[in-house]
């Protein structure tokens, strides 16, 4: 049976699905230009499972389950799931941590960065010219023959791991249980943590969201890929949908809000927004996909995928324990250091995983 989804019809409705999903959640709850953040959100799990104490941002977000689980459900309809893994995990681990730590130096994922834009906040426009910076960076690696090596096919058994690990973050959240006094599990007061809307409203976006992403291969940091490396512009029209009707879908709520100051859980300190989203751009390209894309592989059986999440989440609790995360009131005091780091393994990543010599 054809996949209306894998056609450019198909991939444009799926970005406009996403854009007015995200706006939709922000209208329900969600905090403001951040319907659907997967670094974001996954540093909310982060600090809801105690791996930091930042109190404004912890919550187990019923979203990064619903794209995980969504996305599992239709690979196994569409006879999609395919269990694989082996391919340089460890380097996959690290390339998660350093992601995120550039994505909470710029303060969001290439999906926050797009829905920052289409809220009005222009600090968006220097996350994402780094975001292309690092993703160009990251086809040169390609072009010299970069790679991790082959996947190997895994049992069946091993790809329900990571759907699992989600199903069970979902118990957590819905029974909120407390394993001592105080917690763990964490949930924020207040700030942009106690912010959300509601669980079976947010898990049935996720899982909606999942669903279409994994049978579109919607992703963004493939779409910039393709258009520098391929001149494809398939993806890249996924993309614009979600930008143009999340912009649209604010501008009916009353939600767009355009300027540079003042924005919500951004900061203007346009280098680090820069650099930060840069090597971002750079881990996403060297691990084959953004942090969306990541779920949505993971849902697959994928799990190099899933080790990358998991470095994701792991990196977030190092962003906030070790003041490398970004807030409203600027870039904290060890993000350069923390983005600094991230280039040079990234760099050093990328020149030693080559399997031939350019020419």
Not at 281 to 306: I, K, N, W, Y
Request: glycine content about 16%; charged content about 10%; hydrophobic content about 55%.
């Amino acid at each position: 049976m054809a996949n209306p989804f894998a056609a450019r019809a198909g991939i444009v409705a799926v970005g406009c699905a996403i854009g007015v999903t995200a706006v939709l959640l922000q209208y329900s709850g969600n905090p403001p230009n951040m319907g659907i953040c997967v670094a974001c959100f996954e540093r909310d799990i982060a600090g809801a499972l105690g791996l930091h104490r930042a109190g404004a941002v912890q919550y187990i977000r019923p979203e990064i389950i619903g794209l995980t689980v969504g996305a599992f459900l239709a690979a196994l309809i569409a006879k999609e799931y395919r269990p694989r893994g082996g391919s340089a995990p460890l380097v996959r681990f690290f390339l998660g941590v350093f992601a995120m730590i550039g994505a909470l130096v710029f303060l969001g994922c290439p999906w926050r960065a797009l829905l920052r834009l289409a809220g009005g906040d222009g600090n968006a426009v220097t996350g994402l010219a780094g975001l292309a910076a690092g993703i160009g960076i990251g086809v040169f690696f390609l072009k010299s023959g970069y790679s991790l090596g082959r996947a190997q096919t895994q049992n069946a058994a091993a790809g329900i791991l990571f759907p699992a690990f989600m199903a069970g973050l979902l118990l957590l959240l819905v029974f909120q249980v407390t394993f001592a006094e105080g917690g763990p599990i964490f949930f924020s007061r207040t700030g942009p943590g106690s912010q959300h809307a509601p669980l079976l409203v947010s898990l049935g976006a996720g899982l909606a969201v999942g669903a279409i992403a994994q049978r579109s291969r919607f992703c963004t940091m493939g779409a910039l890929r393709d258009v520098i490396l391929l001149r494809d512009v398939h993806l890249m029209s996924g993309v614009a949908g979600l930008l143009v009707a999340a912009t649209a879908m604010n501008l009916v709520l009353g939600q767009f809000r355009p300027g540079f100051a003042g924005q919500p859980i951004a900061h203007t300190d346009h280098l680090w927004n820069f650099l930060g989203m840069a090597l971002a751009g750079l881990a996403f390209v060297l691990a084959g996909g953004c942090p969306g894309r990541q779920l949505f592989l993971s849902g697959e059986g994928d799990l190099d995928a899933g080790i990358f999440v998991l470095g994701m989440i792991v990196g977030a609790g190092v962003s906030h324990n070790f003041a490398l995360a970004s807030s409203p009131a600027g870039v904290a005091p060890f993000g350069p250091a923390g983005v600094v780091v991230g280039l040079l393994f990234c760099l050093a990543v990328g020149f030693s995983m080559r399997e031939r010599t350019p020419r």
